[in-house]
């Protein structure tokens, strides 16, 4: 399922640990408007749903986040004879 889902949603991963557990990341539905509130095991199961077809019966996560849309990238890169560069 997971290879399948892959070809057609590449920002969609799964992948197990040494310890047994998996990491998996899903595209959120929109952006949260308070980045601080963390997401839910209901929020992860749904979007898992949707992309996937199922919630692989996760259950008990280490850990959610959201993470990554560029929002608080730069209005330009280039303003006269100053470059902004950098990286994460």
Do not use: M, N
Not at 59 to 87: K, N
Request: glycine content about 10%; overall charge neutral.
């Amino acid at each position: 399922v997971v290879a399948e889902v892959h070809k057609t949603q590449l920002r969609f991963g799964l992948q197990p640990l040494d310890d047994g557990a998996y990491r998996v990341i899903v595209p959120a539905d929109g952006v949260a408007e308070d980045r601080a509130t963390p997401p839910t095991l209901d929020d992860f199961k749904s979007r898992l749903k949707a992309f996937a077809g199922t919630d692989f019966g996760v259950h008990s996560p280490r850990w959610l986040s959201r993470f990554g849309d560029a929002t608080r990238q730069a209005e330009h890169y280039r303003v006269g004879r100053v470059f902004l560069a950098g990286d994460a």
